[in-house]
T-cell receptor
Framework: AQSVTQPDIHITVSEGASLELRCNYSYGATPYLFWYVQSPGQGLQLLLKYFSGDTLVQGIKGFEAEFKRSQSSFNLRKPSVHWSDAAEYFCAVGEGNTGFQKLVFGTGTRLLVSP | GAGVSQTPSNKVTEKGKYVELRCDPISGHTALYWYRQSLGQGPEFLIY????????DSGLPNDRFFAVRPEGSVSTLKIQRTERGDSAVYLCASSLGGRAHTGELFFGEGSRLTVL
């Protein structure tokens, strides 16, 4: 079975500082990989996705992620964090047989932004 | 609005009662999904519909859980004989289906179920 590990439960970053959220996955073939953000009172929103091709993918709100097959990682980055980025971030992998209809999520990383 | 709508947003019930949770997807989205998010966990897949039929219900935990989508739009998740362990936020999502699927799921805000 596939699994996703997000080792950091909470991360605090100063506003304007850079951010990296870690994600490791377990899957035999090339996975479909996703990052979603969950803000209070809002539904989960897709930040970016990786299916194939260029291993550095750009997303919305200035986020990017890099797929590293050798490390089974798909870390999320942002060069300068804004207070509005405070939220919970989920990494997910799509099951191969069904593509991306069935997602396996990590446990999430809560981002706190300090002034 | 034009997003995924879920009702009720909050439901408190007693152990053993029957509960229905409703999801109204984005217009034109043929695929619909139910996930469950327990406290401190990521969403967990329950079931996926393509049109009116359940294409994958492998995530339903047991036969107390059932979901329908009779006309290929609105879906209802039904939970019989609720247990305290069913307490969670139930998330619904929709997407384009088939070859039009871009990989993005559009989630509603969820229905928070509390079983006393």
């Amino acid at each position: 079975a596939q699994s996703v590990t997000q080792p950091d439960i909470h991360i605090t970053v100063s506003e304007g500082a850079s951010l990296e959220l870690r994600c490791n996955y377990s899957y035999g073939a090339t996975p479909y990989l996703f990052w979603y953000v969950q803000s209070p009172g809002q539904g989960l929103q897709l930040l970016l996705k990786y299916f194939s091709g260029d291993t550095l993918v750009q997303g919305i709100k200035g986020f990017e992620a890099e797929f590293k097959r050798s490390q089974s990682s798909f870390n999320l980055r942002k060069p300068s964090v804004h207070w509005s980025d405070a939220a919970e971030y989920f990494c997910a992998v799509g099951e191969g047989n069904t593509g991306f209809q069935k997602l396996v999520f990590g446990t999430g990383t809560r981002l706190l932004v300090s002034p | 609005g034009a997003g995924v709508s879920q009702t009720p947003s909050n439901k408190v019930t007693e152990k053993g009662k029957y509960v229905e949770l409703r999801c109204d997807p984005i217009s034109g989205h043929t695929a619909l999904y139910w996930y469950r998010q327990s406290l401190g966990q990521g969403p967990e897949f329950l079931i996926y519909f393509q049109g009116t039929g359940a294409a994958d219900d492998s995530g339903l935990p047991n036969d107390r859980f059932f979901a329908v989508r009779p006309e290929g739009s609105v879906s209802t998740l039904k939970i019989q004989r609720t247990e305290r362990g069913d307490s969670a936020v139930y998330l619904c999502a929709s997407s384009l289906g088939g070859r039009a699927h871009t990989g993005e799921l559009f989630f509603g805000e969820g229905s928070r179920l509390t079983v006393l």
